[in-house]
């Protein structure tokens, strides 16, 4: 065997073996936006996203990443809707990081933010669009005719009056002569075959039998498995070790220091775990050895009472409630919560003298290869990075650590090294959903609608985001504290607007109580001017039936927030018995603008629900000595099959561009069962996860 192979070589070795690019396609060349890349065996690439084959295959560059959302249907669907390819004959590959498939609203190649559709709509379309001319533009030069004369449909080109067609295969050879037009006409939407309709997903086939590759399963030949000793306090650092007791376990090849801590490479995962267990391992624990959750949730409560950063102010607030005879007021608390992605963090890398690869369920292609040419020293041309399936992102993948130990540890020991992460690794060392706290000041006019609305959000800086107050208040003041008690914190399914849209939507509930009105009733007179949001909210209580009664015990609850281009509404039904409260029932309204795949806006919107439900009910990361007390699904719960509730979700049809659909059904879902536990109980949770003995 060459033990020192090409890149080409040693990626279809590593595709061979289950690794490599993964998905079960070849190695693509990629070619520049603007010039066309001619492949060999007939083949044609007239940009850097459509590849031609002569059997009329059709492979789409896939630039974002496949984390379960169905994003790998989808923007292949856009591209193939412009091409007017057959669907049938479409495929997708995982695209290498090149600056012609950055995110335009990112700036870089990553999948985050519901951007996926939202930034790549518009260069797919076109890149479609132009390959669609192109293809026309050589049949009507082979025929004699006018390209005016033809149309494109089913991955053929016709000439009605002639009764001619072609395959597009068979005008590869023609096509490669032209010059792709730039800016060819794009489809009108009333002619969309593709765009709107079921479409089956491209990567089911390969999870159901169980081919598709994901991170943790990436082979390559003479492959180590790591895994890594870090301090468990937050911000600790080694003292000191002894690496002999996990150098004497059996398989284990290579104790090592890294960043992070302390590597043990061996041959299999259980060696490696094996020797990780026996290390003697001293750590200095740091400034943080004695925080606890006690002491954050008294942080942010004196925090909040300060005054904040000014980031909304109409009107004057803090007047019209010294004025007030009557000041409504409420605390609202969210806890630290992980992101729990059902495949832990892992990274493959080999490094070389003359380049490095990585293999990686990533959010962050641009950022990974950046991150491992600064630890090998290569330049970023000599770094590909290769995106495999993802169990699971919420964020927690737009960071870069498990890329940095696993490209540290290569470098280190020269040789392609797996790092792997525990469970228990992976809940005590996330970058967390922060904490944080609210307390909102509001009064009422004669007909009991809000004059002045005042609130404070306290918390580390991602936890101040995503204040979205639709309602029309004349008096309107929003301020923001920065208190960050030092607990690594990151992206988490729509960050800010996961716990913002918990307090503002509740806090209009007690209004509307407070007031002696319907909630719903009470929200769509004060939306006149937000139609997106009435028209979400207006669905979804009509299709839950907003009004019916329901037996004792039960109470029905509503909540509407916009998060990511997106407008989500949804109801929720509850039962509450011997203090267990059961989500039964959800009715969710969205409003994405125009659905690309509504199948999967209806997946996505599901599992926001079920996402979102787990934070309300049980999520919470707790610190005890500078540590994460919760290690495993048996002490951080999520929710069971068992639990599910039924979710019906419905599309607002609108004209409008298409919007995110990943994030923004999560932030409405706890208020939504909040108010719904106060319609059956009276009692108002202003702290998550619901429980009623936290009532207020």
Same mark, same amino acid.
């Given at each position: 065997?060459?033990?020192?192979?090409?890149?080409?070589?040693?990626?279809k070795?590593?595709?061979?073996?289950?690794?490599?690019?993964l998905?079960g396609?070849?190695i693509?060349?990629?070619?520049?936006?603007?010039?066309?890349?001619?492949?060999?065996?007939?083949?044609?690439?007239?940009?850097?996203?459509?590849?031609?084959?002569?059997?009329?295959?059709?492979?789409?560059?896939?630039?974002?990443?496949?984390?379960?959302?169905?994003?790998?249907?989808?923007?292949?669907?856009?591209?193939?809707?412009?091409?007017?390819?057959?669907?049938?004959?479409?495929?997708?590959?995982?695209?290498?990081?090149?600056?012609?498939?950055?995110?335009?609203?990112?700036?870089?190649?990553?999948?985050?933010?519901?951007?996926?559709?939202?930034?790549?709509w518009?260069?797919?379309?076109?890149?479609?669009?132009?390959?669609?001319?192109?293809l026309?533009?050589?049949?009507?030069?082979?025929?004699?005719?006018?390209?005016?004369?033809?149309?494109?449909?089913?991955?053929?080109?016709?000439?009605?009056?002639?009764?001619?067609?072609?395959?597009?295969?068979?005008?590869?050879?023609?096509?490669?002569?032209?010059?792709?037009?730039s800016?060819?006409?794009?489809?009108?939407?009333?002619?969309?075959?593709?765009?709107?309709?079921?479409?089956?997903?491209?990567?089911?086939?390969?999870?159901?039998?169980?081919?598709?590759?994901?991170?943790?399963?990436?082979?390559?030949?003479?492959?180590?498995?790591?895994?890594?000793?870090?301090?468990?306090?937050?911000?600790g650092?080694?003292k000191?070790?002894d690496?002999?007791?996990?150098?004497?376990?059996?398989?284990?090849?290579?104790?090592?220091?890294?960043?992070?801590?302390?590597?043990?490479?061996?041959?299999?995962?259980?060696?490696?775990?094996?020797?990780?267990?026996a290390?003697?391992?001293?750590?200095?624990?740091?400034?943080?050895?004695r925080?606890?959750?006690?002491?954050?949730e008294a942080?942010?409560?004196?925090?909040?009472?300060?005054?904040?950063?000014?980031?909304?102010?109409?009107?004057?607030?803090?007047?019209?409630?010294?004025?007030?005879?009557?000041?409504?007021e409420?605390?609202?608390?969210?806890?630290?919560?992980?992101?729990?992605?059902?495949?832990?963090?892992?990274?493959?890398?080999?490094?070389?003298?003359?380049?490095?690869?990585?293999?990686?369920?990533?959010?962050?292609?641009t950022?990974?290869?950046?991150?491992?040419?600064?630890?090998?020293?290569?330049?970023?041309?000599?770094?590909?990075?290769?995106?495999?399936?993802?169990?699971?992102?919420?964020?927690r993948?737009?960071?870069?650590?498990?890329?940095?130990e696993?490209?540290?540890?290569?470098?280190?020991i020269?040789?392609?090294?797996?790092?792997?992460?525990?469970?228990?690794?992976?809940?005590?060392?996330?970058?967390?959903?922060?904490?944080?706290?609210?307390?909102?000041?509001?009064?009422?006019?004669?007909?009991?609608?809000?004059?002045a609305w005042?609130?404070?959000?306290?918390g580390?800086?991602?936890?101040?985001?995503?204040?979205?107050?639709?309602?029309?208040?004349?008096?309107?003041r929003?301020?923001?504290?920065?208190?960050?008690?030092?607990?690594?914190?990151g992206a988490?399914?729509?960050?800010?607007a996961?716990?913002?849209?918990?307090?503002?939507?509740?806090?209009?509930?007690?209004?509307?109580?407070a007031a002696?009105?319907?909630?719903?009733?009470?929200?769509?007179?004060?939306?006149?001017?937000?139609?997106?949001h009435?028209?979400?909210?207006?669905?979804?209580?009509?299709?839950?039936g907003?009004?019916?009664?329901? @037996?004792? /015990?039960? &109470?029905?609850?509503?909540?509407?927030y916009? #998060?990511? !281009?997106?407008?989500? $509404?949804?109801? *929720?039904?509850?039962?509450?018995?011997?203090?267990?409260?059961?989500?039964?029932?959800?009715?969710?309204?969205?409003?994405?603008?125009?659905?690309?795949?509504?199948?999967?806006?209806?997946?996505?919107?599901?599992?926001?629900?079920?996402?979102?439900?787990?934070?309300?009910?049980?999520?919470?990361?707790?610190?005890?000595?500078?540590?994460?007390?919760?290690?495993?699904?048996?002490?951080?719960?999520?929710?069971?099959?068992?639990?599910?509730?039924?979710i019906?979700?419905?599309?607002?049809?609108?004209?409008?561009? @298409?919007? /995110?659909? &990943?994030?923004?059904?999560?932030?409405?879902? #706890?208020? !939504?069962?909040?108010? $719904?536990?106060? *319609?059956?109980?009276?009692?108002?949770?202003?702290?998550?996860?619901?429980?009623?003995?936290?009532?207020?």
């Open positions: 065997m060459d033990m020192n192979p090409s890149r080409r070589t040693f990626l070795l590593a595709a061979a073996t289950g690794g490599g690019l998905v396609f070849d693509i060349a990629c070619s520049r936006a603007d010039r066309p890349y001619r492949l060999g065996d007939g083949n044609f690439s007239p940009n850097s996203w459509i590849h031609l084959a002569p059997d009329d295959s059709v492979t789409l560059m896939f630039a974002a990443s496949e984390l379960g959302q169905g994003a790998m249907t989808t923007l292949p669907l856009v591209l193939a809707e412009e091409l007017e390819a057959d669907w049938s004959k479409v495929k997708a590959a995982p695209a290498p990081v090149n600056p012609d498939f950055d995110n335009p609203l990112m700036g870089q190649q990553m999948t985050g933010g519901s951007t996926a559709v939202r930034g790549y518009e260069p797919l379309r076109h890149a479609g669009a132009n390959t669609r001319e192109l026309i533009a050589a049949a009507a030069q082979s025929w004699g005719v006018a390209a005016a004369e033809c149309r494109a449909q089913n991955s053929e080109v016709f000439h009605d009056a002639s009764r001619r067609r072609v395959r597009y295969g068979a005008l590869l050879a023609q096509a490669a002569k032209l010059t792709p037009p800016n060819a006409r794009l489809k009108d939407p009333k002619d969309f075959r593709l765009i709107g309709k079921f479409i089956a997903r491209l990567d089911a086939p390969a999870k159901v039998d169980g081919s598709a590759v994901f991170g943790q399963d990436v082979r390559l030949p003479g492959l180590l498995t790591a895994v890594v000793a870090r301090c468990p306090v937050f911000g650092s080694l000191s070790h690496a002999a007791p996990a150098m004497a376990v059996a398989g284990v090849r290579h104790v090592v220091v890294i960043g992070s801590g302390v590597a043990v490479a061996a041959d299999n995962f259980w060696a490696a775990q094996r020797g990780r267990a290390l003697a391992v001293d750590w200095d624990f740091g400034s943080k050895a925080l606890d959750s006690a002491a954050i942080q942010l409560r004196a925090a909040v009472e300060r005054e904040g950063e000014t980031t909304r102010d109409d009107g004057n607030a803090v007047t019209a409630l010294a004025k007030a005879t009557r000041v409504i409420a605390r609202y608390e969210t806890p630290y919560l992980a992101h729990a992605c059902m495949e832990p963090m892992n990274c493959t890398a080999h490094v070389r003298a003359d380049g490095c690869d990585v293999w990686v369920p990533t959010q962050a292609q950022e990974a290869q950046a991150t491992a040419a600064r630890i090998t020293g290569l330049p970023k041309s000599k770094v590909n990075v290769h995106t495999t399936y993802i169990g699971g992102g919420f964020g993948r737009l960071k870069s650590d498990f890329v940095v696993a490209v540290e540890l290569a470098k280190a020269g040789a392609p090294v797996k790092v792997l992460w525990t469970r228990e690794d992976d809940m005590q060392h996330d970058f967390y959903r922060p904490a944080n706290c609210a307390r909102l000041r509001a009064t009422l006019d004669a007909r009991g609608r809000p004059a005042l609130q404070r959000v306290a580390p800086k991602s936890a101040l985001g995503g204040v979205n107050i639709p309602y029309a208040i004349p008096n309107l929003v301020e923001t504290i920065e208190a960050d008690p030092g607990v690594p914190v988490w399914r729509s960050v800010g996961s716990q913002n849209a918990f307090s503002v939507e509740c806090f209009i509930d007690e209004l509307a109580h002696g009105q319907d909630p719903l009733a009470y929200r769509l007179q004060l939306l006149a001017d937000a139609p997106r009435r028209a979400a909210l207006s669905l979804a209580a009509e299709k839950a907003w009004g019916r009664p329901l @037996p004792p /015990g039960h &109470g029905r609850g509503l909540a509407v916009t #998060a990511y !281009a997106g407008w989500v $509404a949804h109801v *929720a039904e509850v039962s509450v018995v011997n203090g267990a409260i059961r989500v039964y029932r959800v009715v969710s309204a969205v409003d994405c603008g125009l659905a690309v795949n509504p199948d999967g806006v209806r997946a996505q919107t599901e599992s926001a629900v079920v996402f979102g439900l787990t934070a309300a009910l049980s999520g919470e990361i707790t610190l005890e000595n500078g540590r994460v007390v919760q290690g495993n699904f048996d002490d951080y719960l999520l929710l069971r099959i068992g639990e599910i509730p039924k019906e979700v419905h599309l607002v049809q609108n004209a409008e561009p @298409p919007g /995110g659909v &990943g994030e923004p059904g999560v932030p409405p879902i #706890a208020p !939504a069962v909040a108010n $719904a536990v106060f *319609a059956a109980t009276g009692k108002r949770l202003r702290r998550l996860p619901l429980r009623l003995d936290r009532a207020g």
